[in-house]
C-alpha cells in the first residue's frame, strides 16, 4: 500500500514562491496592531498574557487575578515575552498580538511541508493560498488567539507524519518523527485537549508504515513536552491543574451527554467557516477515490475534529480543528479541478471581491466625505461620535493594494489561478478594512472608554467592587486598562460598590443607589451601572 504523496500533477507553471511568501506576509501582518483588545477572545487572552506580564505567576492563566482555565499558556507566555521585548516601541496589546502573527506563520510554513509531503510539490504551494482564503480562519489569525498555536504545532505534526509515510527510502522518516513529535508535544500546552486531537490524529503513521523506530522516538519526544506544564503545576499549584482537568471533564461530559445530537447551527458554521475548502476537499475525495491511502491521515484528523465540533458547542473555534485536515485534503485536489468548475471558482472569486472592494471603498468615502450620505447616515448610528482621520499611509496602502487586484484580472491561465485568487480577494479585502475601516471598528469593539469613564467616576477610596453579569472580556479590558479588579457578588461579601452589566431598562436593587451608567459607543442595549450600597 503506497502512503507517499500522488503521482500525477498539474502541468501548469509553478507559482512564484516569492509572491506566495509576499501574500502570506501580507495577509498576516494586516490589522494585527493599531487597535485596542476588542470584545471578546482578544481581550480575554491579551488580559491573560498582561497579566502574565504585570503581575507573574506564569504557571497558569488568569483573569483579573482569577484562575482561567478555559485555556493552556504556551500562547499567553510567548505574548507576554513579546508585549514585554517591544514595550518600548509599542503598545504591550499590539506588541502581545505579535505572538499570533509569528505562530500564523508557522502554521502555513508547516501546512506547505504537510502538504508537499503528503501530495507532492504543487499541492504544497495551494494548501498556504486555500488557508488563507478560508473565512474560518480570517479573524482568529488577526487576533489575540492560542488556537492559531495548536493549529501551527498540528501542522507540523502532519508534516512530521508525512514524512514518515514516505518511507526509509526517502531518507527522512528520522526528521519526520522529530517534527511529530515536537508537534504533538508542543500542541498540548499550546491549545490543551483540543490541541491533542489535532495532533493526535498524526500518530498513527508510524504504525502504517510499521515504523516502530519513528513511533518510539515520536512519543520520546511528545511525552516530556505534553507533561513538563502539568508536571510543574502540580509541584506549585495542585489545586489550579485540578481546577482546569475538572473544567476539561465538564466540557467533555457537556458534549458527550448534553449535545450528543448536533444542531442546525453546526452545519451553517461549518459551510461558512469552511469555505471554500469544503466543497473542494469533497471534489478531491472523489477525485482519488480509488487511491485513499495517502489521504489516510487528514481523513482520520477531519473524522476526529468533526466528533469534537458536531458533539460540542456551535461556536466558530469549535469548527476550528476540521480547518487543518480539510485544507490538506482540499490542496490534494484543487489544481485539478475540472475546467467548468475552475473557471467558475475563478470568476466568482474575481467578482465577489471586487464588488465588496468597492463598497469597503464607499464605507471610506462615507466616513471622511458624507457620501453616500445614507451610507454615513448607517455608520454613524452604528458607531456614534467616531471621528475619521486617514493616514496617508492608510490611504496610499489601500489604494495600492487596490490596483494590484485590478492589475491581477489578467493573470495567465494557470490550475493555480483559482486558489491564488481567492486567497489575494480575502487579502484585499482584509486589508481595505484595516486601511479604512479600522479606527470605525475600533471605535465600537473597544472597550477603553468606558472603563475610563467608569474610572473618573469612581472615588479615589472604594474598597472591594463586587461584579454581577461582568464577563470574562469585560473584566480583562477592566483590569488592563485602568487596573480594576472585581469580585463575585456573593452573601459572604460586604462591599459598598457594585458593578452591574444589564440591558438599558436596569433598575438600581433594592438598598443601592445608581452612581454611573456607561456603554460602549455601538452597544445599544448592554449598559453598565454603578452602583454604591445605601447606607
Known amino acids: 500500500m503506497i502512503y507517499g504523496p500522488f503521482n500525477k500533477q498539474s502541468n501548469s507553471p509553478r507559482l512564484p514562491l516569492a509572491a506566495l511568501m509576499l501574500l502570506a506576509a501580507l495577509f498576516l501582518l494586516a ?13 480575554i487572552h491579551i488580559g491573560i498574557a498582561h497579566g502574565f506580564s504585570t503581575h507573574g505567576n506564569w504557571l497558569f492563566p488568569h483573569i483579573a487575578g482569577e484562575p482561567w482555565p478555559h485555556t493552556a499558556p504556551l500562547y499567553h507566555w510567548v505574548a507576554a515575552l513579546l508585549g514585554q521585548a517591544f514595550g518600548g516601541l509599542l503598545d504591550f496589546h499590539n506588541a502581545a498580538r505579535l505572538a499570533t502573527t509569528l505562530f500564523g506563520a508557522l502554521f502555513l510554513f508547516a501546512l506547505a511541508g504537510a502538504a508537499r509531503a503528503l501530495h507532492g510539490e504543487a499541492a504544497s504551494r495551494s494548501a498556504p493560498l486555500l488557508a488563507i482564503g478560508t473565512l474560518g480562519l480570517l479573524l482568529p489569525l488577526h487576533e489575540a488567539q492560542p488556537a492559531v498555536a495548536g493549529l501551527a504545532f498540528a501542522a507540523l505534526a502532519y508534516w512530521g507524519g508525512g514524512l514518515i509515510l514516505q518511507g526509509p527510502a526517502h531518507g527522512v522518516p528520522l526528521r519526520g518523527a522529530l517534527m511529530l513529535g515536537v508537534g504533538l508535544g508542543l500542541a498540548f500546552p499550546a491549545h490543551g485537549l483540543v490541541g ?25 519526544v511528545a511525552l516530556p513536552l505534553i507533561a513538563a506544564w502539568p508536571i510543574m503545576l502540580l509541584s506549585q499549584a495542585p489545586e489550579l491543574w485540578a481546577n482546569w482537568l475538572q473544567w476539561w471533564q465538564n466540557e467533555i461530559a457537556e458534549a458527550t451527554l448534553a449535545r450528543g445530537i448536533p444542531e442546525g447551527r453546526h452545519l451553517e458554521l461549518l459551510i461558512w467557516a469552511a469555505w471554500p475548502v469544503l466543497p473542494i476537499a469533497i471534489w478531491s475525495l472523489w477525485l482519488h477515490r480509488h487511491q485513499l491511502a495517502p489521504l489516510a491521515i487528514p481523513l482520520l ?22 480547518l487543518l485536515p480539510l485544507t490538506l485534503l482540499a490542496a490534494s485536489g484543487v489544481d485539478r479541478l475540472r475546467r467548468g468548475a475552475a473557471n467558475a471558482f475563478d470568476w466568482f472569486g474575481m ?22 450620505p445614507k ?44 486558489t491564488l485568487r481567492w486567497a489575494s480577494g480575502t487579502t484585499l479585502l482584509w486589508v481595505l478594512v484595516t486601511m479604512l475601516w479600522l479606527s470605525w471598528i475600533d471605535h465600537g469593539k473597544s472597550y477603553r472608554a468606558v472603563a475610563l469613564s467608569l474610572q473618573t467616576a469612581l472615588p479615589k477610596e472604594t474598597g472591594c467592587i463586587e461584579r454581577v453579569g461582568i464577563g470574562a472580556a469585560q473584566r480583562a479590558s477592566l483590569d488592563y486598562f485602568i ?17 452591574v452589566a444589564g440591558d438599558k431598562n436596569q433598575k438600581a436593587p433594592t438598598g443601592w443607589t445608581e452612581h454611573w451608567q ?18
Not at 484 to 499: Q, S
Request: proline share 6%; with cysteine.
Open 31 to 43: 490589522g494585527v496592531m493599531g487597535h485596542d483588545p476588542w470584545k471578546t477572545e482578544d481581550a
Open 196 to 220: 491533542l486531537i489535532m495532533a493526535g490524529a498524526v500518530l498513527p503513521a508510524p504504525i502504517f508504515r510499521r515504523d516502530w523506530k519513528s513511533l518510539v522516538l515520536a512519543l520520546l
Open 301 to 322: 484528523g477531519m473524522l476526529l475534529a468533526s466528533a469534537w465540533f458536531l458533539t460540542g458547542s456551535s461556536r466558530t473555534l469549535a469548527v476550528f480543528p476540521l
Open 351 to 372: 467578482t465577489t471581491f471586487s464588488i465588496f472592494a468597492v463598497l469597503i471603498w464607499l464605507g471610506a468615502s462615507a466616513q471622511a466625505l458624507n457620501w453616500p
Open 375 to 418: 451610507i454615513a447616515n448607517n455608520f454613524e448610528k452604528l458607531a456614534p461620535g467616531h471621528v475619521v482621520d486617514y493616514s496617508t499611509f492608510a490611504i496610499v496602502t489601500a489604494i495600492v493594494i487596490s490596483l494590484l487586484w485590478m492589475l491581477s484580472w489578467s493573470l495567465r491561465r494557470a490550475s493555480w489561478r483559482p
Open 483 to 499: 487596573g480594576l479588579r472585581t469580585i463575585p457578588a456573593t452573601r459572604t461579601h460586604e462591599c459598598n460598590w457594585r458593578l
Open 518 to 535: 456607561g456603554h460602549r459607543p455601538s452597544e445599544r442595549n448592554e449598559r453598565w451601572f454603578l452602583y454604591q450600597r445605601q447606607k
